[in-house]
């Protein structure tokens, strides 16, 4: 699960594993070009923004696959491309095929209530929420990783499907279904248990079955915590004094939105599959990737990237993927047009670590609204900018430019303005912005 509510988490967030697949990229066939990856990919080991697996493949061929750092650091066992990490909220893509499978053989209306195949959903406000609704996080429905204090009491307790629903999946509206984007695990939750009502199956069953099989994905499933599974990475938190191993999270918790698992070999086969029609029409797929507000289609966030002139821009579709307790990131990028890989390689240089002074960084001190009753503060300590989410502990930042900062313990991005009056998160593939409400 990722956006707003990996924010919000309990735990520091290590940047784990990272899942680099990225079909259709040019100019990358010479070893010199695979070198330089490799190089790249090391220097950001060397700095701890990557521990995990990358693969990268052209024109349906793959000309790199590595693995960097350890799955398990108390028996010193490296990761490989045959590592199974935790995908977090890459799962929502596999959510949303299946609905749309469903949708494809007449079982599922996009827009229609989701009191229709959900019945004992809340009639006053699941009568106003579509399935098209939980898909593009536009439904208004609370997402429950933002509620206060979620992760450190519920996290460990596992739950049944409805059991869940109806006790963290099912608040009032927060706003009129359709009017506004709010990244919510509690819409993709919903879907799960729709895909599990519709088709008599569990939701990992029914995944399994109408893709894994299908695609010969034989390293990727639902993850559960009392199967013996061979070459699964462990979780870990980056602390001041090192690294520790990451605390329990019960799967039940991130279920359709959060809780499969896979390898980077496995997600090329993912990705392969999305170039052709084997899991669905050509038609619904345009649907499924056509954004919505904020630039979020159907488990899919669609936006252009800019390269590093500021100018060019090439069409990306992706989505970031983290498990707030349990210390998994994972990303997932397609682009679906042929970039310029060398313009890709060079964008994704080894960042720079500028010091802005105590009076640039004293603009952004204060208290920032990302949603009602969610804020996130900013303080100063020496030369050093902290983050603060409500009822939540405090992170270092590090900056990237002079207005643009990220957390040294997990992977988001904020940009301030330049006067600091306004600030726009981006993680996960969401985009928030918030006004100052208190402080300067």
Same mark, same amino acid.
């Given at each position: 699960m990722d956006a707003l509510p990996i924010y919000n988490s309990s735990m520091s967030?290590?940047?784990?594993?990272?899942? &680099?697949?990225l079909a259709a990229v040019s100019n990358l066939l010479a070893a010199t070009h695979a070198e330089k990856i490799d190089s790249l990919l090391a220097a950001y080991h060397k700095q701890r923004y990557f521990n995990g697996s990358a693969l990268v493949a052209e024109k349906g061929q793959v000309i790199f696959r590595k693995g960097y750092g350890l799955a398990n650091m108390e028996w010193d066992i490296p990761n490989a491309p045959d590592t199974k990490f935790r995908l977090g909220s890459i799962t929502k893509q596999f959510t949303s095929m299946v609905i749309m499978q469903l949708v494809s053989e007449g079982k599922i209306k996009l827009d229609e209530k989701i009191t229709t195949y959900l019945p004992d959903y809340r009639k006053d406000t699941g009568d106003r929420v579509t399935v098209r609704h939980l898909?593009?996080?536009?439904?208004?429905?609370?997402?429950?990783?933002g509620l206060p204090g979620f992760?450190?009491?519920?996290?460990?307790?596992?739950?049944?499907?409805? +059991?869940?629903?109806?006790?963290?999946?099912?608040?009032?509206?927060?706003?009129?279904?359709?009017?506004?984007?709010?990244?919510? %695990?509690?819409?993709?939750? &919903? $879907?799960?248990a729709m895909i599990e009502k519709i088709t008599g199956k569990s939701y990992a069953d029914a995944v399994k079955e109408r893709i894994f099989d299908p695609l010969g994905m034989k390293d990727s499933g639902y993850d559960r915590f009392d199967t013996v599974l061979p070459k699964r990475a462990s979780g870990y938190a980056l602390t001041p004094n090192g690294y520790v191993n990451a605390p329990y999270l019960d799967m039940s918790i991130p279920y359709a939105a959060g809780s499969l698992y896979s390898t980077v070999e496995d997600l090329y086969k993912w990705d392969r599959a999305l170039y052709g029609d084997k899991l669905l029409? +050509?038609? $619904?797929?345009?649907?499924?990737?056509?954004?919505? $507000?904020? %630039?979020? +289609?159907?488990?899919? +966030?669609?936006?252009?990237?800019?390269?590093?002139?500021?100018?060019t821009e090439v069409a990306t579709i992706g989505h970031n993927g983290e498990l707030a307790i349990a210390n998994y990131k994972k990303s997932l990028e397609l682009n679906p047009k042929n970039d310029n890989g060398a313009e890709r390689l060079k964008r994704l240089e080894a960042p720079a670590q500028p010091k802005p002074d105590a009076a640039t960084l004293d603009k952004y001190l204060g208290t920032f609204e990302l949603r009602p009753g969610f804020n996130i503060t900013f303080t100063r300590e020496g030369d050093k900018l902290f983050s603060q989410a409500t009822g939540q502990p405090k992170f270092?930042?590090?900056?990237?430019?002079?207005t643009e900062f990220h957390p040294l313990a997990f992977r988001a991005r904020i940009v301030f303005a330049t006067d600091g009056s306004t600030l726009t998160l981006y993680q996960g593939g969401a985009e928030i912005t918030a006004k100052r409400v208190a402080g300067k």
């Open positions: 967030k290590l940047v784990s594993v990272l899942a &680099l697949c898909l593009t996080h536009t439904s208004g429905i609370p997402s429950y990783t992760f450190q009491k519920k996290s460990r307790d596992p739950y049944t499907v409805d +059991a869940f629903v109806k006790e963290y999946a099912s608040g009032d509206l927060e706003f009129d279904p359709g009017s506004k984007f709010a990244y919510d %695990n509690s819409g993709y939750f &919903l $879907l799960g029409s +050509a038609e $619904l797929k345009k649907t499924m990737f056509t954004p919505m $507000l904020q %630039n979020y +289609a159907f488990g899919w +966030a669609v936006r252009p990237l800019k390269l590093d002139d500021q100018k270092e930042m590090a900056a990237d430019s002079p």
